[in-house]
């Protein structure tokens, strides 16, 4: 389904007041999508709660005018016929009834409806995430567009419809009371509609600059989310306490609410009293009916009952009015903030055709050809014109500085990012072509900054293969081969021991420890045929890591292996290095050919063998 572009600030403010509408179609849609049987009985008691109140206005002219009739047969014969009278207050007494039913019923649909739009549109948003490719989430904009989506867009979509469900009951009331209206004057119909107007317009000025408040301080309301984080969260309570950090985060945070809330009460100030000003011409406009109907009944013009039933219906009227041009302006502010929503859940992302289940050239390995790649705003590309190859069965070692390109080299390979320039194959295939199911099957991955999930011990070690998730046995042949079956079997409750601390008897494990859960993790992998270490080693010392080297050699003999380590006694180990500097390979080849280069990497390795001298 297509829909019209949003208006923009160029627009006559017309266009852009109708513009914003185009989402109502949208939330009409979902309301629909998530429950058929509660929006029917929605929008059926709607109808039903619309038509009712004229019915209750036309009864009470006739009580009060049977009134009038049984008090002169009264005073003319000494009594009188009441029964007409009671059965017309017993027949308002059931239409009133059943308008507080239709009310309740719409109450009850409107709490189940946002119970499960609030869900679905979580989904939505959840699910959007999951088709979303790295680099969105290392861009600030995009977090900003997130923030807006999730911060109300699950609960707009439900106001929409409501509103949009009460303009209708509205305006089926208006009708209605138009209907009877009109009989005293069509310029009373005409007054009651005007009168709510004015109002109406300050409504709809002050929720498009809240609107547009909103948007302008998404990163502001970023890093208030972000210190409350940082406050609160147990992998920053150390720093924050050593470091004396939380009156100076405190501080920054109650300055950017006093900086919003200011912004806040300046437009709630004007907001307020525009509207009670405006407000004020819709009183006026009330009173001088009540006073021309007043005076048509002193007149002889209209009888009693039909006096109380215009002033019921221009009062009720007036109501509907205020509350169908309420209605109006919410639904246009509603509206804005579904852009918020849309706006994330259209953001565009590359696609990859690939299809591909194989390469032709299995016995080739991976290769770069001139790849480049550039981070989003940076003037300096991060990799430029790496070239490499890596056979089946050989092992190769990425050395240099921090920054210089290693790891984003390792995104480029397992398709987080895309290069810019040059090609990666697969076993002859460029991996644009492979299908990324299939391609992330054939690698298993440890970056150094692997996630720590507030999980059971066996489901971290799980997460390295969906399909075998919840699979014990699986869970216990990884931890074998990443060497992690030895402590895991001292915890309390073995591989169903929660880790972390955000939930009951969490238990946290050394940074050695959660390695070798990283490294079980890639094994879960068994189909995997290229393995990628980024510092798979870090917070281990000497002993250990050699030991787990050796026992991953051993164990990695027919696959490809890429490592990334700073301790060149692991990296020498490797059947070929890669130095990197500034993003371009600068030297390769074996540790001895470095060696005889007497190059950067000769300079570095015997730097750091001094060190241990």
């Known amino acids: 389904m297509k829909y019209p572009p949003l208006a923009t600030d160029h627009d006559p403010p017309a266009k852009r007041f109708l513009g914003v509408f185009r989402y109502s179609q949208r939330a009409l ?79 009850t649909c409107q709490a189940l ?23 969105h989430f290392e861009n600030s904009e995009f977090y900003d567009k997130l923030t807006r989506a999730r911060r109300e867009a699950s609960t707009r979509p439900l106001s929409l419809v409501t509103r949009t469900f009460g303009l209708v009951q509205n305006g089926i009331s208006l009708m209605s009371y138009a209907v009877l209206l009109v009989q005293f004057s069509p310029w009373a119909v005409m007054i009651l509609v005007a009168g709510g107007i004015p109002e109406f317009l300050a409504e709809a000025k002050f929720s ?67 509207g009670f000003v405006l407000g004020l011409l819709g009183t006026a406009a009330f009173y001088g009916a009540y006073a021309w109907i007043a005076f048509a009944a002193i007149q002889g013009q209209i009888s009693l009952g039909q006096m109380t039933m215009y002033l019921l219906l221009f009062k009720q009227g007036q109501s509907s009015v205020s509350a169908s041009l309420s209605a109006i302006s919410g639904m246009y502010e509603d509206n804005l903030y579904l852009s918020n929503l849309y706006e994330y859940l259209e953001q565009p992302v590359q696609r990859s055709d690939g299809a591909r289940q194989q390469g032709p050239a299995p016995a080739d390995g991976i290769r770069f050809e001139g790849v ?19 056979k089946p069965g050989t092992t190769l070692a990425l050395v240099g500085e921090n920054g210089s390109g290693k790891t984003t080299l390792i995104k480029l390979l397992t398709r987080l990012y895309r290069p810019d320039q040059g090609r990666i194959l697969l076993d002859g295939l460029d991996l644009q072509d492979w299908d990324a199911n299939a391609l992330r099957d054939r690698i298993g991955v440890i970056f150094q900054d692997f996630g720590r999930y507030q999980f059971i011990v066996g489901e971290n070690i799980g997460a390295g293969d969906v399909g075998q998730f919840d699979n014990r046995q699986s869970w216990k042949r990884a931890a ?66 050699a030991e787990i080297f050796a026992h991953f050699r051993e164990l990695c003999r027919d696959k490809m292996t890429i490592l990334i380590s700073h301790r060149f006694s692991t990296v020498r180990m490797a059947d070929q ?25 000769a300079y570095l390795f015997s730097l750091q063998a001094e060190g241990y001298r």
């Open 577 to 601: 290095i890669a130095v990197i500097d500034k993003g371009r390979i600068v030297e390769q080849g074996s540790h001895a050919e470095l060696i005889d280069l007497d190059g950067q990497y």
């Open 208 to 274: 498009g600059d809240k609107f547009r408040l909103f948007r302008w301080r998404s990163p502001e309301t970023r890093m208030q989310m972000y210190l409350e984080t940082v406050l609160a969260r147990e992998d920053y309570a150390k720093e924050v306490k050593l470091f004396r950090l939380g009156s100076t985060l405190l501080n920054r945070y109650q300055a950017i609410f006093d900086k919003l809330f200011a912004e806040d009460r300046s437009l709630t100030l004007r907001r307020d009293s525009w």
């Open 29 to 107: 849609h979902l309301v629909w999508t998530t429950s058929r049987k509660l929006a029917l009985i929605f929008a059926f008691l709607t109808v039903l709660a619309g038509v009712l109140p004229a019915a209750v206005a036309w009864i009470g002219q006739l009580i009060v005018d049977g009134v009038v009739a049984a008090i002169g047969q009264y005073r003319q014969f000494g009594q009188a016929d009441t029964s007409t009278v009671l059965g017309l207050v017993i027949a308002e007494a059931s239409v009133v009834a059943m308008i507080a039913a239709a009310q309740r019923g719409m109450s």
């Open 113 to 135: 409806l946002r119970a499960l739009m609030g869900q679905r549109i979580n989904l939505m948003i959840l699910e959007k995430a999951l088709t979303l490719q790295l680099c």
């Open 372 to 390: 480049t790649f550039w981070y989003p705003d940076n003037d300096t590309p991060a990799l430029q014109q790496v070239s490499l190859h890596l």
């Open 480 to 545: 074998e081969k990443g060497m992690a079956n030895d402590f895991i079997d001292r915890l309390p409750h073995g591989y169903d021991t929660q880790l972390g601390k955000w939930f009951k008897d969490g238990r946290e494990l050394s940074g050695g420890q959660w390695q070798k859960i990283a490294l079980s993790r890639a094994f879960m992998r068994t189909q995997a045929d290229l393995l990628v270490l980024d510092e798979p080693t870090a917070t281990m010392d000497a002993a250990a890591e």
